[in-house]
């Protein structure tokens, strides 16, 4: 089945994920990644979900990828519970070009890169790759235990052309206690990832930096447009 075939929404199930958020060192630079008519939190937070599929028998149609994406948490715009903050991408680097496809469709800044997730006693590293060199380094001391099920939606933009689209992204993950992350390193000042670094004392936002080991959700078939607030 080719990505254009592909029906939407398509499910993934049991990925293992590294959910980060922090202050950018530059949040103008950050800032200026936004189209019109949209604009930054007014904590100037931002995301970063480095994830991995370890297997086709994982996706409804996708097969097995690595992905690590990130962008600007969003002012005026939330996920359907009302307060988690809409986000808008402004890196994808995905190593599918299934999948690479599927989300360009829809507006995604897809790009090649490769993510992985090593944990070894408690330590977990993941390292995003593009043509093999490292880009962004995050390291996590993370606990064997279950603490807690999530469980909802986030909302996701992206620009079509001219238009902005937002999608809902439903969600159920396990959520590893004894979670800590240590560290995040951005490490190609060449590459456009860059304008997004944290500051040189990380400063976390502390409620969206989590470690799943298995983590399902959907990428969106109802996307909708976003007016502009």
Known sequence: MSANTLAAPQLVTNSRMLYSSWIPADPKAAAALLPKGLSPAANRALFMNQYVVDSADQTSGFGAYSLTYMGLDLEGHHAPDGVTPGRFFTHYLNSS???RDYVSERGVPASTGSTTLDLEDGKLVATTRVDGIPIIRTVARVGAQVASVARGQLMYV???RNRLMAGHYPYV???????????????APDHPVY?????S????VEAWCWYSPKDSFVYPGGEYELKAK
């Open 97 to 99: 070009q299934t999948v």
């Open 158 to 160: 992206t620009q079509v």
């Open 173 to 187: 993950g396990d959520i590893a206690a004894g979670f800590e992350l240590l560290s995040l390193e951005f490490l």
């Open 195 to 199: 304008a997004l670094r944290p500051e």
């Open 201 to 204: 004392s990380l400063r976390k």
